[in-house]
């Protein structure tokens, strides 16, 4: 087996690393022992929380409709939100989804592995609790070597949502796992902080027009340059299937307000209030607390430090944090997006 290990998933070092990232202690996994450890534990139907190159899932055996109930109950997650089944690799796509279309499979040659999850028509070996009785599947390779090492060793697909409770942050870190879900699961595989930082880009390939349901580091733009076709919005009309969809997500406990700027804040409640900005900002005077998510004006740095600057500033003791919005244009969209989960009431 290769390296399980991934120094690029390491968002904690080099330059595109969040500033504030977890102590380099941290324990991570890099032997194959632990590999199969975990292996075996989804194999006897016990949930484990692996790393990916988004952020940390909660996985079981995708075809174990009994593990994936459990995925349910540890995150106290709704049944009718449906899971993402990983795959170890593209040439596996068949083994859950009954037809693979001309799209998925340019999808899947240009971006897997990586953070792109695509909608197909599901086979009958997934169980509908995996798909909360959808007729389609929701299909990833993750960029990440441990989490490959893992499916393969597992010797199935492993159907894994964030490893989160239920509307809360999604965690980046193998320490968040373990401060949220701690007993609750079996093993939590440590591979570093994420490297993306943000959920998937999810796009619905299962009707007549692909479909963009969830905004992430892989642009609309990108997804509509490889099919040569506009990507239709999902949402509006549609079903919420995705958490992502639901209007409130991704939140912290502190009241998270959307600001166009600074201004907004007078000077008077800044001492109580905490700032998040994705990009620099030159006013900043006065805030408790300011996180900046990139310095230079990065988004990729900004998306993969936005759930740990989240964490740290619902932690700090504020009475609200004020987010500055940005455009939305590639991965900006998929910020706002969860800046306004993040809001949502
Ligand atoms: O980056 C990610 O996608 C991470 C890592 C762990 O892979 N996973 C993740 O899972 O974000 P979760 O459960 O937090 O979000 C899964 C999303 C949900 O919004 C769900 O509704 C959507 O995928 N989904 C799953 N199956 C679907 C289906 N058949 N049709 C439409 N949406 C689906
Ligand atoms: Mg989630």
């Not at 990916?52 to 349910?72: N, P, Q, S």
């Not at 796509?93 to 693979?100: I, P």
């Not at 040659?109 to 007729?135: C, F, N, S, Y």
């Not at 987010?323 to 993040?342: C, K, P, T, V």
């Amino acid at each position: 087996m290769a390296t399980l290990v991934e120094s690029p998933g390491d968002a904690s070092r080099g330059p595109r690393g969040p500033h504030w990232g977890p102590p380099r202690t941290v324990k991570r996994t890099d032997s194959e022992h632990e590999i199969s450890r975990a292996a075996e534990l989804l194999r006897r139907g016990e949930c484990v929380a692996f790393p990916t190159e988004t952020v940390y899932g909660l996985g079981a055996v995708a075809t174990d409709a009994k593990a994936a109930a459990r995925i349910f109950s540890i995150k106290g997650r709704p049944r009718f939100d449906p899971l993402i089944v990983h795959l170890a690799s593209a040439g596996d796509l068949s083994t859950a989804a009954s037809a693979v279309s001309e799209r998925a499979r340019l999808l899947a040659a240009a971006l897997w592995p990586g953070p792109l999850t695509m909608v197909l028509p599901k086979r009958d070996a997934i169980p509908d609790i995996v798909t909360a009785g959808l007729p389609t599947v929701a299909l990833r390779v993750p960029d990440h070597a441990v989490a490959r090492a893992l499916i393969e060793a597992t010797g199935s697909p492993l159907a894994a949502p964030s490893a989160n409770p239920f509307g809360y942050i999604s965690p980046t870190t193998a320490q968040h796992v373990r401060d949220q879900l701690g007993e609750k699961v079996a093993m939590v595989v440590d591979g570093g902080p994420c490297r993306v930082g943000i959920e998937s880009t999810i796009v619905d390939l299962s009707g007549e027009r692909p479909a963009l349901l969830r905004p992430g580091q892989i642009t609309r733009e990108t997804v509509e340059e490889i099919l040569g076709e506009p990507l239709r919005l999902g949402a509006a009309g549609d079903k919420p299937t995705a958490p992502g969809q639901l209007p409130r997500h991704y939140a912290p406990s502190t009241r998270l307000v959307l600001i166009e700027s600074v201004d907004a804040v007078a000077v008077g409640e800044r001492g109580r209030a905490a700032l998040l900005s994705a990009l620099p900002v030159a006013d900043r005077d006065g805030f408790a607390i300011t996180r900046v998510l990139s310095e230079s004006g990065d988004l990729e740095e900004a998306a993969a430090g936005l759930f740990a600057a989240l964490r740290e500033l619902d932690r700090a003791d504020v009475s609200r944090i004020y987010a500055i919005s940005i455009a939305e244009d590639g991965i900006g969209a998929a910020i706002m997006d969860r800046l306004r989960r993040a809001a949502a009431r």
